[in-house]
């Protein structure tokens, strides 16, 4: 069935810069029609959502802590989602997971695909 792999994660120092992917298959679908979103949850919080990228692109949304800092893309082709994280700090802590989703339309369930997360740790 379908599947998202996130990697990319790890440690790195207050400041520095990390990329995460999100690899897809098992779609029904062609990637591109799926909306994008990045989440993150560290431990004892809620989930937040991080940023998201429509299906056709070119609507780009980012939390307002990360705003700045981080940028989303996508590789249709490939089958790619990316998350490009700078000046990292301390309160970016947490696992962060890849979300695909797709409206089926009224009287069928949405598609709402997740991974299964990547450790991001920003000591203080």
């Known amino acids: 069935q379908v599947q998202l792999v996130e990697s990319g994660g790890g440690l790195v120092q207050p400041g520095g810069s990390l990329g995460l992917s999100c690899t897809a298959s098992?779609?029904?679908?062609?990637?591109?029609?799926?909306?994008i979103y990045w989440f993150r949850q560290a431990p004892g919080k809620e989930r937040e959502r991080v940023a998201s990228?429509?299906?056709?692109?070119?609507?780009?949304n980012y939390l307002d802590s990360v705003k700045g800092r981080f940028t989303v893309a996508r590789d249709n082709v490939k089958n790619f989602a990316y998350l490009r994280m700078s000046n990292l700090k301390p309160e970016d802590t947490a696992v962060y997971y890849c979300n695909v989703w797709k409206d089926n339309g009224i009287g069928y369930a949405s598609s709402d695909y997740w991974g299964q997360g990547t450790q991001v740790t920003i000591p203080s």
């Open positions: 098992g779609l029904n679908y062609l990637f591109s029609s799926y909306d």
């Open positions: 990228l429509f299906s056709r692109g070119g609507n780009e």
